[in-house]
């Protein structure tokens, strides 16, 4: 790479950066108002209309209903056998897995609110649930929904307290069932016996301060106390946080070295506070997000600027992601495509850039898979690694080829493409690389069937990267 | 204060192994044997902490039964699900029979509170621990298995270190090449005119992840389908679902003679918070799977478990005392299984710390006393003839010889 990026390069790296890949429209856009002006319509999403998607997601049955209407409606194999709906495959609790996946995929391909989706998705991914694992499957449409998405770009510690307050969540890492041991002792907590430690330690480990954030054990188990009694109303059904005095535990709590005083939920709240304000938790985040938008490995430059942004914006996400894209390092050469695509990433780019017609098939959904990211059902709370290394194994490069190989030849069910939008590759190359695909990839190009043309470039490692 | 029930294989009476380097002529002898008849290790990630006190039962130490009082295993005895009697002193899960008649043949060895040494509870830093073969040291840039391939020169093959999984694991990960595929049908190009082209295209490549990545997927899949119709179907019945997959495929290519020295792959879903069950239940349901699938891969290989030797691990082990959701949270030492013709099997080793309140580990968990490291070493010395452990675990010197291989 030459010492900086030529504009043609800048407007293609921004766009790979905010958005699920650069398309002809939205280049376009960004040469007509400018880079600074279209980054401020995607950071105030709710401005923008969205109705050609949103009507397509609509169309889809789960999407909208709340936790009792899908329980009602896809109720699990036991019920269902008792009313005789056994075997009907679409009344089975995966058909809703299956929406939110379809809902996902449609709109990283065709949202106009690109940055958006992508913070959704990110958070999705950071706040992670497994949408399989029991009653989840009937919570993971109104986690989606009402927790990750009216946050996704507001106040960090407000996304915090929602996540923490979610059906998912409580059920996800056990905290509705973690009580106070003297609770534990009433006949009518047979199922709670005492404090279940799993969200307190992910709250701080993955959530908030990360790993090497500062706390020890004994802090694990003050906010386990902490959030005794935090739980949840009819997990299969109609879902409800509630915050349960009975089950909490009224003793003496110390979180890295504080005495929560305030008592009942607000010790809960209280935790929430002042894990949202820690200083490791402005680091861990500003990391994550410039390891999303810059590099694996972010500079620290950014990385403290950001973090600084976030301590003083009280977490404001719209303006940390400003930092972070505003830096001056952000257009530095050395990131240029630095970013391995992950599989919905790669998926989506590919769709977009082929101006693919998209109704969302299984066929569709098990590639995902195959490359690694089957949507929502990460198990760990970890969710999926943002690291390129973890996802081009030769399976998952395999399965990637032939992705492309398969939507360029209008094999794949569930995308159609004009050949119209296939046959001028020069254009293809200038959304994916300007003036900068490297010899082996412009040899092959060359060596292959013209038509074959826009799969070996989808396929090519250039289009693995953004 | 001695709660040890069983003496440990002192290093006293074996001297020549007190680093776990057996002396060089023995090397020698057992590597130009080992290479000629192929060998392979084949390594069982059970991630999510497998809670080993569940599954290889004390039933004799009292604390135990007190310590969970609604998931315990019963004791064997006659009647419906109890454990099924190991040595006296421990027993077996009920949902893993299937592994009896393997440990009966002593082809089935079992060490009790082992795993890795490290104390951090974290499912992501333990696993990566685990994997890199650095307790404690998250810098490590590859993980042991890959090292193990990038200090053995042996033939090219990309099928030296193969992970049955979609994701490469960390473990295989590293300067070496590595494989990882979901299935030996599927692992081909679907488009075959775009194959020579693209080949071309990734080796040349100048983006060094790319060039490496793609050149052991185009040579692995040339050598699978010149080898593909030569590699006989399996006879045995594996458990449903991924990991059963798994294994079938690890036998395939054994069977195959393609190279393979190292394979892995994993089994989910151990992280049983609450509701863990005892004889039945959440963990049994795992253990059910777990069991059928290497009782599988052992009737499948057949005289070939001569030349592997397959161990399983967990991140963690769990906390000693149940939890208030009839669960268990993150703990510490766990339980290891090594199965191979070739294992001194038929035994529980380890000395066992007991689980009285004033010996647990932080006051909560089974203490550890054989390193992961020590087990896994062993094997790499005596079934794969690596003697240089110290180089595929940096900074780690077992403490002496456990005897888990003859």
């Known amino acids: 790479m030459s010492s900086s990026l030529t504009a043609e390069q800048k407007t293609i790296h921004f766009l790979d950066r905010t958005s699920f ?30 109705n050609w998607v949103e009507e397509k997601v609509s169309a889809l049955k789960t999407i909208r209903l709340n936790s009792g209407e899908l329980f009602e409606l896809y109720p699990p194999p036991k019920v269902a056998k008792e009313r005789g709906l056994a075997g009907d495959m679409m009344r089975a609790p995966r058909m809703i897995i299956y929406e939110l996946q379809q809902a996902r995929l449609l709109r990283a391909v065709q949202s106009q609110r690109q940055l958006n989706e992508l913070m959704v998705d990110f958070w999705n991914n950071h706040f992670n649930i497994f949408a399989a694992k029991g009653a989840d499957r009937w919570l993971a449409t109104s986690y989606d929904r009402d927790t990750i998405r009216p946050h996704a770009l507001g106040k960090f510690r407000d996304l915090l307290l929602a996540t923490a307050k979610s059906p998912a969540m409580l059920f996800y890492l ?23 430690e799993n969200y307190g330690r992910e709250l701080m480990e993955l959530h908030t301060l990360g790993v090497d954030g500062g706390y020890t054990q004994q802090d694990v188990r003050e906010v386990a106390r902490c959030f005794t009694g935090w739980t949840l109303l009819r997990p299969r059904g109609d879902a409800e946080f509630r915050f349960e005095p009975r089950l909490h535990d009224p003793g003496e709590k110390i979180v890295l070295g504080r ?92 769709l977009r850039i082929t101006g693919a017609d998209v109704r969302v098939t299984p066929q569709l959904i098990r590639y995902l898979g195959r490359m690694g990211e089957p949507l929502f059902l990460a198990q760990p709370p970890t969710g999926y690694p943002d690291l390129g290394s973890s996802w081009i194994s030769p399976d998952m490069l395999l399965t990637r080829m032939n992705f492309a190989a398969d939507l360029v030849g209008n094999r794949l069910d569930g995308a159609r493409v004009e050949p119209a939008a296939l046959r001028d590759t020069q254009g293809l190359i200038r959304l994916v690389a300007p003036d900068s695909l490297s010899p082996a990839t412009r040899r092959a190009l060359a060596e292959t069937d013209e038509k074959e043309g826009p799969a070996m470039l989808l396929a090519a490692p250039e289009f693995q990267r953004r | 204060m001695n709660l040890s029930r069983r003496s440990f294989l002192k290093s006293t009476g074996l001297g020549f192994l007190a680093f776990g380097l057996p002396p060089s002529f023995l090397v020698r002898a057992a590597g130009a044997e080992q290479n000629a008849r192929g060998k392979s290790l084949v390594v069982v990630f059970q991630r999510g902490g497998m809670d080993g006190l569940n599954v290889v039962v004390p039933f004799k130490d009292q604390a135990y039964y007190t310590l969970r009082p609604t998931i315990a295993v019963k004791e064997p005895a006659s009647g419906e699900e109890r454990g099924i009697d190991l040595d006296g002193y421990f027993a077996l899960h009920p949902a893993l029979a299937p592994l009896k008649a393997i440990y009966d043949k002593r082809q089935l060895a079992i060490i009790h509170a082992a795993g890795s040494p490290d104390n951090s509870r974290s499912h992501f830093d333990s696993q ?33 270190g193969v992970a049955v999984s979609p994701q490469m694991p960390r473990t295989l990960a590293g300067a070496a090449p590595a494989l990882s595929m979901s299935s030996i049908e599927e692992f081909r190009l679907r488009n075959l005119a775009m194959a020579g082209p693209l080949e071309k295209l990734y080796t040349n490549s100048a983006d060094p992840l790319f060039r490496q990545g793609g050149k052991t997927l185009f040579e692995a899949m040339a050598r699978l389908r010149a080898i593909e119709s030569k590699i006989p179907p399996s006879t045995a019945t594996y458990s449903a679902g991924r990991f059963g997959t798994g294994l079938k495929q690890i036998a395939r290519l054994i069977k195959a003679d393609v190279g393979l020295e190292v394979a892995f792959t994993e089994i989910e879903g151990w992280d049983t918070h609450v509701a863990e069950g005892g004889a039945s239940g959440q963990l049994a349901n795992r253990l059910k799977e777990l069991g059928e699938g290497l009782a599988a891969f052992y009737q499948d290989l057949g005289d070939r478990m001569n030349d592997v030797v397959l161990v399983t691990m967990s991140e963690f082990g769990r906390t000693a005392r149940e939890n208030g959701n009839r669960g268990t949270d993150h703990g510490h030492a766990n339980v290891m299984f090594v199965l191979g013709a ?10 066992w710390p007991g689980l009285a309140p004033e010996v647990l580990y932080e006051g909560r968990d089974l203490d550890l006393t054989t390193d992961y490291r020590a087990v896994c070493g062993e094997v790499l010395t005596r079934h794969l003839a690596q003697r240089d452990v110290h180089k595929i675990f940096p900074g780690f010197r077992a403490p002496g010889s456990i005897g888990l291989i003859a």
């Not at chain 1, 938008?293 to 003083?312: E, G, K, Y």
């Not at chain 2, 042991?144 to 020169?153: C, F, H, T, V």
């Open chain 1, 21 to 50: 890949g650069a398309t002809p429209d939205t280049v376009q856009r960004v040469n007509r108002v400018g880079m600074s002006a279209y980054l401020d319509e995607q950071l105030e999403p709710e401005k923008i209309s969205d």
């Open chain 1, 174 to 196: 056990d905290n509705w069932l973690s009580v106070s041991p003297t609770a534990a002792r009433m006949p009518a907590n047979a199922r709670r016996r005492g404090l279940n």
């Open chain 1, 259 to 350: 005495r929560m005083t305030l008592g009942g939920m607000d010790d809960g709240v209280q935790v929430i506070d002042l894990l949202a304000r820690h200083p490791s938790t402005a680091k861990f985040i500003a990391t994550k997000l410039a390891r999303r938008f810059v590099a694996d490995d972010p500079p620290a430059s950014i990385v403290n600027r950001a973090a600084d942004t976030f301590r003083r914006s009280d977490g404001d996400i719209r303006t940390v992601l400003r930092t972070i894209i505003d830096s001056p390092e952000f257009f530095s050469p050395e990131f240029y495509r630095a970013k391995v695509k992950k599989p919905l990433e790669f998926a989506a780019s590919a």
């Open chain 2, 342 to 351: 070739g294992v001194r099997g038929g035994k529980v080793y380890g000395r």
């Open chain 2, 128 to 160: 990566d621990y685990m994997e890199l073969g650095t307790p404690g040291t998250k810098s490590t840039p590859e993980g042991w298995l890959n090292r193990y391939l990038s200090e053995k020169r042996a033939p090219e093959s990309p099928f030296r």
